[in-house]
Nanobody
Framework: QVQLVESGGGLAQAGGSLRLSCANSGPTFSGFTMGWFRQAPGKEREFVAAINWAGLGTLYADSVKGRFTISRDHARKTVYLQMNTLTAEDTAVYYC???????????????????WGQGTQVTVSS
């Protein structure tokens, strides 16, 4: 079973950085694509980034491309989201997620993901 726990959120100043972590406490990890989504108050949940099971393929939303980097550590069963050059528009609750099963194409729609963490708040002050 996939059990996802995010950490690393908090308060940052505009232009600053944060690194989010998502640990899978379940027995499986290596075969899953992993994704990050975010939801700001009053807005729908949106795709941020995803990484395939091998860690060799990544996908980013245009709004974060060049600023955020997703990576994974199979030994630690953890996926990371390094966020640089933060802006107030990055303020949201960030969720990590995994689809149910091996995916050939990296999904970017929330309904394609089955397992979700509880979320971690990121607040960027301008």
């Amino acid at each position: 079973q996939v059990q996802l726990v995010e950490s690393g959120g908090g308060l940052a100043q505009a232009g600053g950085s944060l690194r989010l972590s998502c640990a899978n406490s379940g027995p499986t990890f290596s075969g899953f694509t992993m994704g990050w989504f975010r939801q700001a108050p009053g807005k729908e949940r949106e795709f941020v980034a995803a990484i395939n099971w091998a860690g060799l393929g990544t996908l980013y939303a245009d709004s974060v491309k060049g600023r955020f980097t997703i990576s994974r550590d199979h030994a630690r069963k953890t996926v990371y989201l390094q966020m640089n050059t933060l802006t107030a528009e990055d303020t949201a609750v960030y969720y990590c997620a995994a689809p149910d099963g091996h995916m050939i194409v990296i999904p970017k729609m929330s309904h394609e993901y089955t397992y979700w963490g509880q979320g971690t708040q990121v607040t960027v002050s301008s």
